[in-house]
């Protein structure tokens, strides 16, 4: 994947090839935008066009020896660093361990490219160490930091990288892709541009895995049985933050139907029967209160809560 293939993100892309085209690559970046809208795929493909070995217009060829390497994470110049496994934050550990390997030249590439995807999990002892690498840039390394908001990260931090914005396609865009270049149907691709915000890496990420099916599976269940016979014993805390993402989707539709009577706003449009008949047996009330609370709940899985607390409060709550 080089520039080319990523998709509406051109103004970030030129900024880039142009710092690549007069010699001004910074030291350090910030990706800055919300997820699934392609950015360290970005990374990635800058870092390709700083280290191919027959780079054209500030673009890497995604052919030679380095530009394969560095897309299929094995190139000893570019390095990810993002929570590990079943963690929420970088450690300390793994900050000392770019910092360390960051102030050696590169190894075989021509720049040093280190990517921390999450940056908004660097702990302030992270953050507090990564400061003294910004302040005295190692020559030859750039530093991409991927980030969602800025609001939790260091101001110190901010002020020493140059900020690069990216943008979601909106969801026209993306329903149109999805079915000329992926071909998904144009049901099923309307309901994926919405439930992903108009994010293609989000509509990808759900049309590719399971996670359509599962949000099928989930609605029927909230159809037949209410919210809170579901089970969702065991489910990992990413996959129940989407599962109230969905659930959010769900009564935000049933909602704009009771207000609004139209389908046309509708995420989930696929389901339009049956938000009518919600819309038909559930108060204004009511859904406004389960937005509420499911937007609380989403709240607490962010500050770490115990999930299976969250989750049986809210469901107690809506029953
Ligand atoms: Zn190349």
């Given at each position: 994947m080089s520039f080319k293939g990523i998709r509406g993100q051109d103004s970030a892309i030129s900024l880039l090839k142009r710092s690549i085209a007069n010699g001004r690559v910074a030291h350090a970046y910030i990706f800055l935008g919300p997820s699934g809208v392609g950015k360290f795929t970005t990374a990635l493909a800058f870092a390709q066009a700083l280290n191919c070995a027959g780079a054209k217009a500030g673009e890497g060829c995604g052919v030679c020896a380095p530009c394969r390497k560095i897309l299929k994470s094995n190139h000893p110049d570019v390095l990810a660093v993002r929570p590990e496994k079943d963690s929420t934050s970088i450690k300390i550990d793994q900050m000392?361990?770019?910092?360390?390997n960051i102030s050696l030249r590169p190894y075989e590439g021509k720049r040093k490219v280190y990517v921390i995807d999450g940056a908004e999990a660097m702990t302030p002892e992270t953050s507090n160490a990564l400061l003294k690498t910004l302040e005295e840039p190692p020559?030859?390394?750039v530093l991409i930091l991927v980030a969602e908001n800025l609001e939790n990260l260091f101001s110190t931090v901010v002020s020493r990288s140059q900020v690069v914005r990216f943008f979601p396609l909106g969801a026209d865009a993306v329903k149109a892709i999805l079915m000329k270049e992926y071909g998904v149907d144009e049901e099923k691709a309307r309901v994926l541009s919405r439930l992903s915000s108009g994010r293609l890496g989000e509509a990808l990420r759900y049309a590719e895995g399971k996670l359509f099916d599962k949000r099928t599976r989930l609605i029927d269940s909230l159809i037949a049985k209410g919210l809170f016979d579901t089970d969702f014993d065991g489910v990992s805390r990413d996959e129940m933050r989407l599962y109230l993402d969905i659930m959010l989707t769900w009564f935000r539709d049933i909602l704009v139907y009771k207000e609004?009577?139209?389908?046309?706003?509708?995420?989930?449009?696929?389901?339009?029967e049956a938000v009518s008949r919600a819309a038909a047996n559930l108060s204004s009330d009511y859904l406004?209160?389960?937005i509420r609370r499911i937007?609380?709940?989403?709240?607490?899985l962010d500050q770490n809560a115990n999930q299976k607390l969250a989750v049986a409060a809210l469901g107690m709550r809506l029953s």
């Amino acid at each position: 994947m080089s520039f080319k293939g990523i998709r509406g993100q051109d103004s970030a892309i030129s900024l880039l090839k142009r710092s690549i085209a007069n010699g001004r690559v910074a030291h350090a970046y910030i990706f800055l935008g919300p997820s699934g809208v392609g950015k360290f795929t970005t990374a990635l493909a800058f870092a390709q066009a700083l280290n191919c070995a027959g780079a054209k217009a500030g673009e890497g060829c995604g052919v030679c020896a380095p530009c394969r390497k560095i897309l299929k994470s094995n190139h000893p110049d570019v390095l990810a660093v993002r929570p590990e496994k079943d963690s929420t934050s970088i450690k300390i550990d793994q900050m000392r361990e770019l910092i360390r390997n960051i102030s050696l030249r590169p190894y075989e590439g021509k720049r040093k490219v280190y990517v921390i995807d999450g940056a908004e999990a660097m702990t302030p002892e992270t953050s507090n160490a990564l400061l003294k690498t910004l302040e005295e840039p190692p020559p030859d390394s750039v530093l991409i930091l991927v980030a969602e908001n800025l609001e939790n990260l260091f101001s110190t931090v901010v002020s020493r990288s140059q900020v690069v914005r990216f943008f979601p396609l909106g969801a026209d865009a993306v329903k149109a892709i999805l079915m000329k270049e992926y071909g998904v149907d144009e049901e099923k691709a309307r309901v994926l541009s919405r439930l992903s915000s108009g994010r293609l890496g989000e509509a990808l990420r759900y049309a590719e895995g399971k996670l359509f099916d599962k949000r099928t599976r989930l609605i029927d269940s909230l159809i037949a049985k209410g919210l809170f016979d579901t089970d969702f014993d065991g489910v990992s805390r990413d996959e129940m933050r989407l599962y109230l993402d969905i659930m959010l989707t769900w009564f935000r539709d049933i909602l704009v139907y009771k207000e609004l009577g139209t389908a046309a706003t509708l995420v989930n449009i696929d389901r339009k029967e049956a938000v009518s008949r919600a819309a038909a047996n559930l108060s204004s009330d009511y859904l406004c209160d389960a937005i509420r609370r499911i937007i609380e709940t989403l709240s607490y899985l962010d500050q770490n809560a115990n999930q299976k607390l969250a989750v049986a409060a809210l469901g107690m709550r809506l029953s």
